[in-house]
């Protein structure tokens, strides 16, 4: 099923600059059933995993995250770039390869505790997912795992993820 699902991902060379091959998971998106072979995948790894809620990485995590959230029962958490989410929150920065971002996340969003999965639809260094770790811990949240679609494993995401708990990545590169 992985080589079935790894077809429609596209290879963009040089977005969004130069030396960067990007990897397009629209097509994936696209197809129905990939769709839902990919959703199933996630769910068939987790459905035993007592997982309380998942934390969905903006933007592509939210469009896997919200489809898992719904087939496991469980609420879903948006880890947000700044100035998009309403109510009270806090912030990580974390480092790009040119400059910083960040990530937001609402106060009353976690209960002390709770289990949390952490999913978005790549692991690349890990900047992104260090910093949404940061702020579920911050949260009193427990990391269950953290799972992507995709890890691109030369970038050695997984060795900086690694002292916040489980990673489970599908399609590996
Ligand atoms: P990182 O913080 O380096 O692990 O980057 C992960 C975030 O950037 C994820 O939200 C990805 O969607 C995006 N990203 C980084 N590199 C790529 C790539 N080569 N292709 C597609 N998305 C990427």
């Given at each position: 099923?992985?080589?079935?699902?790894?077809k429609y991902i596209r290879d963009v060379a040089d977005f969004p600059k130069k030396g960067i091959i990007f990897k397009d998971i629209t097509?994936?998106?696209?197809?129905g059933q990939c769709l839902q072979h990919i959703v199933d995948m996630f769910y068939n790894r987790f459905k035993g995993a007592k997982i309380d809620k998942i934390a969905a990485i903006e933007s592509r995590g939210f469009?896997?995250?919200?489809?898992?959230?719904?087939?496991?029962?469980?609420?879903?958490?948006?880890?947000?770039?700044?100035?998009?989410?309403?109510?009270?929150?806090i912030k990580e920065y974390y480092d790009l390869e040119y400059g910083?971002?960040?990530?937001?996340?609402?106060?009353?969003?976690?209960?002390?505790?709770?289990?949390?999965?952490?999913?978005d639809d790549l692991l690349a260094t890990g900047g992104t997912t260090?910093?949404?770790?940061k702020l579920i811990k911050r949260l009193n949240g427990q990391i269950a795992a953290m799972t992507f679609l995709?890890?691109?494993?030369?970038?050695?995401?997984?060795?900086?993820?690694?002292?916040?708990?489980?990673?489970?990545?599908?399609?590996?590169?």
């Open positions: 099923m992985y080589e079935e699902i790894q097509p994936a998106l696209n197809n469009l896997l995250g919200a489809p898992l959230a719904y087939k496991l029962g469980c609420g879903i958490i948006l880890l947000r770039k700044p100035g998009k989410l309403p109510s009270e929150k910083s971002a960040a990530l937001e996340i609402h106060t009353d969003s976690i209960r002390n505790g709770e289990r949390i999965l952490l999913i260090e910093a949404a770790c995709i890890e691109l494993s030369f970038l050695g995401g997984a060795k900086k993820l690694a002292p916040y708990g489980d990673i489970v990545s599908f399609l590996k590169y």
